[in-house]
């Protein structure tokens, strides 16, 4: 059975940095890309970055690009990622997911974890 599961939110001020984990098992994730989501409260559930995850190649949404960065473990098969100088616009709930190379749906997913940035 396939689990992501996202750790590490929580409140903080703007102008910090908070790191978000996503822990993987059920299956080898080689040939996947793995993403990160976010949805804040009235709004629809948008892209943040995602990673190969053989290759390690990466890509962000430009309201994250220079201050968020993605990045993945093997050995402890792990997605991580990396939030700098946050702003109260990035308070959202942070979704861990994943899907194969070769589509283009997410098919996996985590519970999420909340993250609340204030003023």
């Known amino acids: 059975q396939v689990q992501l599961v996202e750790s590490g939110g929580g409140l903080v001020q703007a102008g910090v940095s908070l790191r978000l984990s996503c822990a993987l098992s059920?299956?080898?994730?080689?040939?996947?890309?793995m993403g990160w989501f976010r949805q804040a409260p009235g709004k629809e559930r948008e892209f943040v970055a995602a990673?190969?995850?053989?290759?390690?190649?990466?890509n962000y949404a430009d309201s994250v690009k220079g201050r968020f960065t993605i990045s993945r473990d093997n050995a402890k098969n792990t997605v991580y990622l990396q939030m700098n100088s946050l702003k109260p616009e990035d308070t959202a709930v942070y979704y861990c997911a994943a899907r194969h190379v070769i589509t283009t749906r997410y098919d996996y997913w985590g519970q999420g974890t909340q993250v609340t940035v204030s003023s």
């Open positions: 990673i190969r995850w053989s290759g390690g190649s990466t």
């Open positions: 059920g299956r080898t994730f080689s040939s996947y890309f």
